[in-house]
């Protein structure tokens, strides 16, 4: 075959793939993309700035990480010196009413701070802050020991003994407090926060529902508080009725295996837990784990293509200990649908409107059938910017079916309502307004999982 022939599928095949992923971008207008322009400009000047005042930064750390070194081995008496020459006056007047006693020290401490402020050694600077109580804890080692009088050098030679052990890195003194007083700090800050408010910016224009989760904690977003209608049209009990939430924090998308296994059932020491928050597998009467066991350690493990799936299998109680152990909570039925819906206050037909449009979920529909990995389904997502809120994997809130909040642990007997369809749900059951309920402990669903929710601080 002629060897332009064989490549031409190829070709056409890298079109086919850079016309559907121009596809899966957002249709953006003139005037938009001129502004994305002007602001990917104003970005690359600023992370120039930004690294320009890393640099400096550094080299402060350089520097001063060079005289740490000679201070805390000795051959640096110029910080010493500094040190000692602020403290004549308050030595002075501590050995005139007797060092040893109350008064003496309180005649030493009298003008402390006053005179600190007067010290020059940029290294001295830096720690200041911390000055006042080395030099007093310096006093009273000094006076334990026996000493009627001191002088300054001794009471500075000791107090830098406080302030550096031997055995205490650089990096350690820097994180703590030196970086906050480094002369490049305040223009790194300032440069680092433009940077950010920049790129935050930019991912705005980008995609409007990003603002939602600008500021937020990473992978959340903001959903302001509010009235919220409450509707079941279909599933178990219609219901419908009022409710009000307060503003909150709910994850962007579903929590997955890797989050689950990654960031809490590894940890967990006690065995016996480990085997109540395994995830499972139903196959018509069997349970077995979803995760796979290494032979030669025992432990068990999400296929590496399982990472980024919804994790399922687990009831509400499993749901709740992995939230918890992350800071959060699960959401309530009224803050699932406030973070859900394509219209703020009311709950709407589907996350992205009220007329059902095929591809904008993982549905039956979609022919999947199984979970695929969470946030692929860009246009469908809610006014908020929340993936898979309609099909994936359905999901547990934190309400019982009665439409009761569950305030901190869960009741014996507890039903909970579900929401959100599944990769098994119809047009109808991917809806906003379907409406499970399953007992919350020792329940396990192929295709229930949950996300989570946190309170503001």
């Not at 989760?213 to 508080?225: C, D, F, K, N, T």
């Not at 069997?286 to 399982?306: H, K, N, S, V």
């Not at 039925?333 to 059902?356: I, M, N, Q, V």
């Not at 009665?402 to 579900?418: F, H, R, S, Y």
């Amino acid at each position: 075959m002629d060897p332009i022939r064989r490549r031409l599928p190829l070709a056409l095949l890298a079109l086919a793939l850079v016309a559907s992923m121009a596809m899966a971008q957002p249709i953006l207008d003139a005037k938009t993309v001129k502004a994305i322009a002007q602001k990917e400009q104003e970005i690359a000047r600023a992370r120039s700035e930004a690294d320009e005042a890393n640099r400096r930064l550094q080299d402060d750390y350089a520097r001063l990480g060079e005289m740490f070194e000679m201070l805390k081995s000795g051959r640096d008496t110029g910080a010493l010196r500094d040190l000692a020459r602020v403290l004549e006056e308050p030595v002075k007047d501590g050995n005139e009413a007797g060092i040893s006693s109350s008064k003496g020290k309180r005649a030493l401490k009298r003008n402390l701070a006053r005179e600190l402020a007067k010290t020059e050694h940029e290294l001295v600077v830096a720690y200041r802050p911390g000055l006042g109580a080395a030099i007093e804890a310096a006093l009273d080692d000094l006076t334990s020991a026996g000493n009627k009088s001191i002088t300054a050098d001794q009471l500075a030679g000791a107090a830098v003994t406080r302030l550096i052990p031997p055995e205490t890195p650089f990096w350690k003194h820097w994180n703590e407090q030196l970086m906050n007083a480094a002369p490049a700090h305040d223009d790194y800050v300032r440069a680092r926060k433009e940077l950010d408010r920049l790129e935050s910016a930019l991912l705005i224009l980008k995609d409007p529902k990003a603002r939602f989760s600008v500021g937020a904690p990473a992978g959340m977003a903001l959903i302001e508080g509010g009235a919220i209608t409450v509707e079941s049209t279909y599933g178990f009990e219609a219901d419908r009725r009022k409710a009000r939430t307060k503003d909150f924090y709910i994850d962007l998308h579903e929590v997955t295996h890797g989050d689950y296994w990654g960031k809490f059932w590894i940890h967990l020491d006690d065995k016996i837990l480990k085997q109540t928050f395994m995830p499972m597998v139903k196959d018509k009467d069997r349970e077995f784990p979803a995760w796979i066991q290494d032979l030669e350690t025992g432990e068990y493990a999400p296929l590496p293509e399982m990472m980024d799936l919804p994790v399922t299998g687990i009831d509400a109680a499993a749901a709740l200990a992995f939230a918890r152990s992350q800071g959060k909570r699960l959401p309530t039925e009224a803050e699932w649908l406030a973070a859900a819906t394509a219209t703020p206050g009311k709950c709407s037909e589907f996350p992205w409107g009220e007329d059902y449009r095929e591809g904008l979920a993982n549905d039956a529909k979609a022919g999947n059938g199984k979970a695929v990995p969470v946030a692929g389904f860009l246009e469908g997502r809610s006014f908020h910017g929340i993936h898979d809120c309609a099909g994936n994997v359905k999901e547990w809130t934190f309400t019982t079916v009665e439409g009761k909040d569950v305030e901190d642990e869960i009741p014996d007997g507890c039903t909970l309502a579900i929401r959100g369809g599944s990769f098994e749900s119809s047009a109808t059951g991917v809806s906003l307004k379907w409406r499970w309920n399953y007992p919350a402990r020792n329940t396990r669903e192929n295709d229930l999982g949950f996300r989570c929710a946190r309170d503001l601080k």
